[in-house]
Nanobody, 116 residues
Framework: QVQLVESGGGSVQPGGSLKLSCAAS????????MAWYRQAPGKQREWVGA???????DYPGSVKGRFTISRDNAKNTAYLQMNSLTPEETAVYYC??????????WGQGTQVTVSS
């Protein structure tokens, strides 16, 4: 049974930082690309970055330079470090695992609230 469990969400003031974790089980983690998405109320789910199985990360322009994705294959965990957060980035953050065969799995999400 595949499980992705996000953690680390919470409330933070504008300009603050949070680090999210995505712990995977039931997959051969080092064979999966990992991605992070977010979805704000009333908006479409938005891609915020990804890291390949080989460790190469990529980001959209909106978060480049502020967000960092990393992975620890020994711990079957991916991370999303978020800095300089703005209120507009309040959303539920999700992680996704994708194999080279195209199998995809999603976590349940973790809430991030940026507010003063």
């Amino acid at each position: 049974q595949v499980q992705l469990v996000e953690s680390g969400g919470g409330s933070v003031q504008p300009g603050g930082s949070l680090k999210l974790s995505c712990a995977a089980s039931g997959i051969v983690f080092n064979r999966y690309d990992m991605a992070w998405y977010r979805q704000a109320p009333g908006k479409q789910r938005e891609w915020v970055g990804a890291i390949t199985a080989g460790g190469t990360a990529d980001y959209p322009g909106s978060v480049k330079g502020r967000f960092t994705i990393s992975r620890d294959n020994a711990k079957n965990t991916a991370y999303l470090q978020m800095n300089s957060l703005t209120p507009e980035e309040t959303a539920v953050y999700y992680c996704k695992a994708r194999s080279w065969r195209g199998h995809e799995y999603w976590g349940q999400g973790t809430q991030v609230t940026v507010s003063s």
